[in-house]
């Protein structure tokens, strides 16, 4: 077996993680790994994590380290996950990161970071549309689906996410800027992140994404 390629997709809620890793991860042939949607799994089979993890989520608080890192080393020891994985929405804190850089010691990670400004974020997170089915997204206005309501991937119902009212998705933006910026300042002071301008259309945010991901394997890096 090839040894295990790492890509870790950062940015503020809204910033397009989730369309961009979806894309990427099917692109690259690699598991699709966000704590996000893995918490919402949890939420909607009444799991005890689901439990627990619910009132953090409806409020755009972020869900404590200990249940997040114990929820995502399960997932990633998975056998699909053997020849690496994309994380979207993992690491959000310090700490996150910083039992992840441990855990991947001397493995070959990528770090990416998606900047979008704040003004855009609300408009982008608050028209989002989910489907129930398969996790794709689409949006009120920038990518409606054909049909409305339902989605054009697989058929499911699509729905917005208690989270994207834009009251919680300000509170989930001044969570980011507390949180979780300065754990992405972490990757860029060791030097190895990549920022993405997360404001293109979505096609020219893919390309970025596999130029600075090709730029990247060429020159090597490692955790
Ligand atoms: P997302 O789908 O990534 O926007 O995540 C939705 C919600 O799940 C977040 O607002 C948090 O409440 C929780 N969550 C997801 N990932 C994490 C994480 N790495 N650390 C803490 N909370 C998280």
Not at 12 to 22: D, M, N, V
Not at 33 to 46: I, K, P
Not at 127 to 147: E, Q, W
Not at 164 to 183: C, G, I, K, N, S
């Amino acid at each position: 077996m090839s040894e295990q390629r790492i890509l870790i997709l950062l940015g503020p809620p809204g910033a397009g993680k989730g369309t961009q890793a979806s894309r990427l991860a099917a692109h690259l042939g690699l598991p699709h790994v966000a704590t996000g949607d893995l918490f919402r799994e949890n939420l909607s089979q009444g799991t005890a994590l689901g439990q627990r993890a619910k009132s953090f989520m409806e409020s755009g608080k972020l869900v404590p380290d200990e249940l997040v890192l114990e929820m995502l080393f399960d997932r990633v020891s998975r056998p699909d996950c053997a020849g690496g994985y994309l994380l979207d929405g993992f690491p959000r804190t310090l700490p996150q990161a910083e039992a992840l850089t441990e855990r991947l010691a001397g493995l070959s990670v990528s770090t990416l970071s998606l900047e979008v400004p704040d003004d855009q974020l609300v408009e982008r997170a608050s028209g989002r549309l989910l489907c129930k089915s398969c996790s794709n997204i689409h949006h009120a206005t920038f990518s409606p689906p054909r049909v409305a309501g339902v989605c054009d991937a697989c058929g499911g119902e699509l729905y917005r996410r208690k989270d994207d009212d834009p009251a919680v998705v300000r509170e989930r933006l001044a969570v980011f800027h507390e949180q979780t910026q300065p754990m992405i300042d972490y990757y860029a002071r060791q030097g190895s992140l990549e920022s993405i301008d997360g404001t293109q259309s979505p096609d020219d945010v893919f390309a970025s994404l596999l130029a600075r991901l090709d730029a990247g394997t060429s020159a090597g890096g490692r955790a």
